[in-house]
């Protein structure tokens, strides 16, 4: 097997680093979608649908995907092989079930708390909020034994100084229930990127995306099913906010990310996509008017630095 010349890997880099800034770009434009998207349907409702077509469109990828490896493969099977979504073997089946599924599970939490609260609060303070599940990751790690270092609690003290600015009104620190449910919704996007981490490795990406997707659609239906008023007009009415978020926030910007980081390195990735809350902030003001005042720009900065500093690596840290 002929090895990558250094050129090769330079051009897999910036291409690499050009999808994720695509990608950062689509998940920041995505919140005035959601935002939009509640004058006509309810949040679990928003989510669910949102799923259901990015399950939909990743199916045919997942066929495609599913022939090329039959055609690589040798034996008069290989063109023969069969359209599935789950692994053949047991142990793998089994193991992308339980990635699907938790990984569904937390997405349908952070997603639904997130829709919630994007209907109290602007969309560039949301983007802002929901891009600190990028702290809190390494701060989770605490409970799995990996030490935080000095760096880390320079950003948790930059966001906190940051978000504080975010919610001073009228001189008095003001936590609105959007920004409060914002941060339940970082936590929650915490624990979902931490158990992409685990799995990812042992199972293929794509799949665990789909499955995500589709656990995800079908808890936050039951929900929707309970306390919103479903109705054909609404979402007739939403189509093209659902169809941004549904095809192209998640189904595209999900692959996106999936193919993009094989490339590139992983603190390059952090930082480019953590541009997402910058990228809401804008189009929150470009698109839907939304302006934020000195003090909360200020905030959004600090944040900002906060992000970016969490995600430089240590001197000593071993890159590949």
């Given amino acids: 097997m002929q090895k990558d010349t250094y050129a090769d890997i330079k051009k897999k880099s910036t291409r690499g680093s ?4 695509l990608t950062a770009f689509i998940w920041g434009v995505a919140f005035v979608a959601q935002s939009v998207g509640m004058k006509y349907v309810g949040p679990f409702t928003f989510t669910a649908v949102r799923n259901y077509i990015a399950v939909l469109i990743l199916l045919p990828l997942l066929g495609f995907l599913d022939r090329s490896s039959g055609q690589t493969q040798d034996g008069p099977a290989a063109s023969d092989t069969a359209f599935h979504i789950l692994p053949a073997s047991g142990r793998d089946r089994k193991r992308l079930l339980q990635a699907g599924i938790l990984s569904g599970a937390l997405l349908a939490a952070a997603s639904c708390l997130q829709q919630i609260g994007i209907k109290y609060t602007t969309v560039g ?3 802002f909020i929901t891009a600190m599940y990028i702290i809190l990751v390494p701060l989770l790690g605490i409970f799995l034994k990996k030490k935080p270092g000095v760096r880390l609690w320079i950003s948790v003290g930059l966001a906190i100084a940051g978000l504080y600015l975010l919610c001073l009104a009228g001189g008095r620190v003001s936590l609105g229930a959007g920004d409060l449910l914002e941060l339940c919704c ?5 624990l979902q990127i931490m158990a992409i981490d685990h799995y990812a490795p042992m199972v293929d990406g794509i799949r665990m995306a789909w499955l995500q997707f589709l656990v995800c659609a079908v808890l936050s239906t039951v929900p929707a099913l309970i306390f919103e008023d479903i109705s054909l007009t609404g979402l007739l ?3 093209k906010p659902l169809l941004y978020a549904g095809a192209l926030s998640s189904a595209v910007g999900y692959t996106l990310q999936i193919i ?6 992983p603190v390059v990735a952090s ?3 953590s541009l997402e809350s910058s990228f809401s902030l804008l189009a929150g003001w470009v698109i839907l008017g939304q302006k934020l005042s000195a003090r909360e720009l ?3 900065g600090l944040m900002f630095l906060a992000i970016m500093l969490a995600q430089i690596p240590a001197k000593n840290r071993q890159k590949a």
Avoid: E, N, V, Y
């Fill in 125 to 127: 303070k949301a983007g």
């Fill in 237 to 239: 009415a939403a189509w």
């Fill in 260 to 265: 993009a980081q094989k490339d590139t390195d």
């Fill in 271 to 273: 930082l480019l996509m």
């Fill in 186 to 190: 970082a936590f929650f996007f915490a």
């Fill in 18 to 21: 050009l999808l994720l800034l």
């Fill in 298 to 300: 200020s905030g959004c």
